[in-house]
């Protein structure tokens, strides 16, 4: 089974200046990055990658945003998983990467990530922010 990464960007990145390519930025580009990281690392670390794994960055993943690390999840379209069968039989199953907070990464480790997305609830958007609310944080403040 091969696996596709996808995201959804929020709409505050990738919006350039009047002449200028959108992406060039750092602070904008890091979404794009990170999809040709996780789509490379099978190959130049002879790992796989599948839903709930998660990926450290050290610190955060660009100058706008304390997010920190990936993990991966199913599309939030088909939360029960989307694959496509390929012409030779061989399927594709579709994987959505989601930017974490450190905490929520320690969350996810310490409980797993079916309980990390059952505390994010309805109040978590699958769109790639790199501001948004901590959730985590959220809740110990309820």
């Known amino acids: 089974k091969a696996y596709a990464l996808k995201h959804d960007i929020h709409k505050s990145l990738g919006h350039a200046p009047t002449g200028q390519q959108p992406y060039t930025a750092a602070d904008d580009y890091w979404p794009i990055r990170w ?3 996780l789509a490379r690392m099978p190959i130049t670390d002879k790992t796989w990658l599948g839903w709930g794994h998660s990926i450290p960055n050290g610190g955060p993943l660009a100058d706008n945003t304390e997010l920190c690390c990936m993990v991966l999840q199913h599309p939030y379209c088909a939360p029960q998983g989307l694959t ?5 039989g061989d399927r594709v199953a579709f994987l959505q990467m989601v930017p974490l907070y450190n905490e929520e990464m320690d969350y996810k480790i310490g409980h797993g990530t079916e309980a990390l997305f059952d505390i994010f609830g309805d109040r978590f958007s699958y769109i790639i922010d ?3 609310r901590h959730l ?5 403040e309820n």
């Open 35 to 37: 999809l040709k990281i």
């Open 84 to 88: 496509c069968e390929l012409p030779d």
């Open 130 to 132: 790199p501001a948004r």
């Open 136 to 140: 985590l944080l959220d809740r110990s």
